[in-house]
C-alpha cells in the first residue's frame, strides 16, 4: 500500500528552539519511516513579516542543518526549500482565484498580524492561508503535523480544494490536521511570558544553538517563588514549565526526586530548592542540545553537503509537485 502524504513547514525567522523541538521536529522524525514525508522551510512565508532578507538564505541553511542534527533523514524524507519549487506558486494562483476577500480578512491570524504590523499589511499577508494551501496540496498531502493555531488555516485548505474539486473536476485530497500525540507539548518561555519563540523574547528562550553557558545562564535566570502554599498545591505555570523540561531531558528518578520535594513544601517549609532543582535542569539540557548544536554546525559548515541535500530535497519536492500541476493544468484548461 501506498504511504500516505505528510507536509510541514517552517519560517525561517529566527534560531529555531526547545519549543520547535518537542512541539514540531520531534514528531516529524516519528513520522518519516510511516509516512512519504515533505518537509520545508517556508522562505516565501517569511517575506510576510520579515521584508528585509539579509540574513534570509543563512536562516534557511541554519534551519535545514537543525532539522537533520534533530534527527531528520534526507534520504527517507524530502526536505526543501519552499522557492526551489515554482510549482507551489503557480497553484497558489489557481487557488488564490478561488479564495475570496472576505473569508481572508476575517482569519484569526491576519487580524493578529494588522495589529502587529499595521504599516505592512500587504497583500502576502492576506493571501498566506492561499500559499498555505498551495504548499500542502501541491504533494496531494492528506496529513499535517501542526498545532491548534492552524486549524483555521487548514479548513480554509480544505475549502479551496473542495471548490477546485467542485469546479474542474477531482483533482485534489482534502488535508487534516494530524499527530500522534492528542496533545503537543507546548514549551512556555522561562520567564513564564508567553511561549518560547524564535522572534520574541530571546533571553527567555533555549535555542538549539546555545552553548553551554548560555543555557546554564537562561535557566538560572528562570522565574521561580517562595515555593507552595499549602503541600500538594496546582503548580503555577512557570514552576510546571521547570517540571515538563525536566520531564523532557533528565531521568524520571530526578524529576520524581523534585516532584516529590514540592509536594512536601508548604509555606515556612519549604522543601523543594529551585536553585538545585535549576542547576540539574541547566546541566541536563546542556547534556541534550550539545550533540544537536554540533552536529547541525558541522552541517552548516559544509557547504558541498549542505547543497547537495537541498537539490535533493529540491528534485523530489519537484517530482511530486509537477505531476500534481499536471493534473491541475490539466483540469483549469491550462495545459
Ligand atoms: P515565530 O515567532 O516566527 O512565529 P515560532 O517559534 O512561533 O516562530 P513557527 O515557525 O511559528 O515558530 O512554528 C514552527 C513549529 O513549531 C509549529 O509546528 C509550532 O506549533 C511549533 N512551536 C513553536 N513554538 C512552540 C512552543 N513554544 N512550544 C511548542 N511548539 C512550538
Ligand atoms: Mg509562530
Not at 505528510?6 to 519560517?11: E, K
Not at 534551519?63 to 537533520?68: D, F, H, K, P, W
Not at 545562564?217 to 499549602?230: C, F, L, R, S
Request: proline residues 4%; neutral net charge; glycine residues 6%.
Amino acid at each position: 500500500m501506498e504511504k500516505e502524504v505528510v507536509l510541514s513547514g517552517i519560517r525561517p525567522t529566527g534560531f529555531l528552539h526547545l519549543g520547535n523541538y518537542f512541539g514540531a521536529m520531534r514528531n516529524y522524525v516519528r513520522m518519516q519511516d510511516d509516512y512519504n514525508c515533505y518537509f520545508f522551510v517556508a522562505n516565501w512565508h517569511s517575506l510576510t513579516t520579515h521584508p528585509d532578507t539579509k540574513e534570509l538564505k543563512n536562516s534557511v541553511h541554519r534551519v535545514i542543518a537543525e532539522n537533520i542534527a534533530c534527527g531528520l533523514d534526507p534520504e527517507k524524507v524530502a526536505l526543501y526549500i519552499q522557492s526551489d519549487v515554482p510549482e507551489i506558486a503557480e497553484l497558489y494562483l489557481y487557488l488564490n482565484m478561488l479564495a475570496y476577500k472576505g473569508e481572508l480578512e476575517k482569519t484569526v491570524t491576519f487580524k493578529d498580524k494588522v495589529r502587529q504590523q499595521p504599516d505592512n499589511v500587504n497583500a502576502g499577508l492576506l493571501t498566506y492561508p492561499v500559499l498555505q494551501a498551495a504548499d500542502i496540496l501541491i504533494h496531494r498531502a492528506v496529513k499535517v503535523p501542526v498545532g491548534k493555531d492552524q486549524e483555521q488555516h487548514l479548513e480554509m485548505a480544505r475549502n479551496f480544494a473542495e471548490r477546485f474539486n467542485y469546479r474542474y473536476g477531482e483533482v485534489l485530497p482534502l488535508p487534516y490536521a494530524f499527530n500522534y500525540d492528542s496533545e503537543l507539548v507546548r514549551i512556555m518561555s522561562l520567564d513564564g511570558t508567553g511561549k518560547m519563540s524564535k522572534s520574541e523574547n530571546q533571553m527567555a528562550t533555549l535555542y538549539l544553538a546555545d552553548d553551554e553557558d548560555t543555557i546554564r545562564k537562561k535557566i538560572m535566570k528562570a522565574k521561580t517563588d517562595q515555593g507552595p502554599e499549602t503541600p500538594g498545591s496546582a503548580k503555577p505555570d512557570y514552576i510546571q514549565n521547570l517540571f515538563t523540561l525536566m520531564g523532557l531531558v533528565s531521568t524520571p528518578d530526578t524529576v520524581k526526586k523534585f516532584e516529590d520535594d514540592f509536594n512536601a513544601s508548604s509555606a515556612g517549609n519549604c522543601i523543594i530548592r529551585y536553585g538545585d532543582m535549576k542547576k540539574q535542569l541547566a546541566e541536563d539540557m546542556a547534556r541534550f542540545i550539545r550533540p544537536i548544536r554540533e552536529k547541525a554546525a558541522d552541517i552548516q559548515h559544509n557547504k558541498e553537503l549542505l547543497s547537495r541535500i537541498i537539490l535533493q530535497g529540491a528534485d523530489k519536492a519537484r517530482a511530486s509537485a509537477s505531476a500534481t500541476l499536471q493534473l491541475v493544468r490539466e483540469a483549469v484548461g491550462m495545459n
